[in-house]
DNA sequence: GCGGAATTACGAAGGCCTTCGTTGACAAGT
DNA sequence: ACTTGTCAACGAAGGCCTTCGTAATTCCGC
């Protein structure tokens, strides 16, 4: 059984996102996309990427030097799990209030409001 | 300008949540609560509302021997900002991404889809 | 082959979070 | 007053996260 995964530190999931929006990437792309938000050393990236290499949570291809990182975690299911979990440690899985506080907190626009309707739509169209 | 509040940790939003649920608490009291899911020694959860009283997170009524804790922020502030937090940091600011986590990972009963659609109405109603 | 540039590897520091042991103060009952 | 139990305070340990400096390695152009 394998054991659940700990959920991603913060630049975890800043590198994270840098690989599911850009694929496959050196640790200098990564540095440089990350470079332009944080002033983000180049080492630091690549011990972070070392570290969630031993994590499981990239692939790395050494065929070349300039060693190639991928995420071995998809997008979908890392946000799922970190709302799952801000679900039970912060709402007591109180699902429609994290909704509200989403919907609410920050003006969401029109068609934002109007794909979730498409969304509820769907989800009660599965169990008529 | 008062400097933007960190986001509580782990420990300290459990405890927040004891106290948001239980109104002002003694150590014991949070202890055994706490003690019923988890098992957390005395002196770590008096310690964490030490903290967290330095931190500002919580007030502290020390008249009678065994010192009285409250919540000084608010259920709804706290998870406003742990919402927006992880909505900026994991998200990339899209809402309709992080609600639909929310509402499908785990099935949502017909009550609780009920709800959002009329707190949709009631957003789409102040802009009409 | 050699020197220089880029890359990886390694280790360590600093900070924060969490936990707990110990100590000293205090209160109540005997 | 003495004992017993409860409490606050404090310090420290251990762990993880993040950062970075330094050394070792590799490749490329010459």
Chains 1, 2 share one sequence.
């Not at 970190?82 to 068609?111: E, I, N, P, Q």
Request: glycine share 6%.
């Amino acid at each position: 059984m394998p054991s659940p995964r700990p959920r991603p530190t913060d630049a975890e999931i800043a590198i994270l996102r840098v690989l599911w929006q850009h694929g496959p990437s050196t640790v200098r792309q990564v540095q440089q996309v990350l470079g332009r938000t944080r002033r983000t050393g180049y080492t630091t990236v690549l011990k972070l990427l070392q570290i969630m290499l031993d994590k499981g949570l990239v692939h790395r291809d050494t065929a070349h030097r300039s060693h190639v990182y991928r995420a071995r975690v998809s997008e979908d299911a890392t946000q799922r799990q970190l709302v799952g979990d801000l679900l039970d440690r912060a709402f007591g899985g109180a699902r429609t209030k994290l909704v509200m506080h989403a919907l609410s907190d920050r003006r969401a626009t029109a068609a934002e409001l109007a794909e979730i309707r498409r969304l509820l739509d769907q989800l009660e169209g599965d169990t008529p």
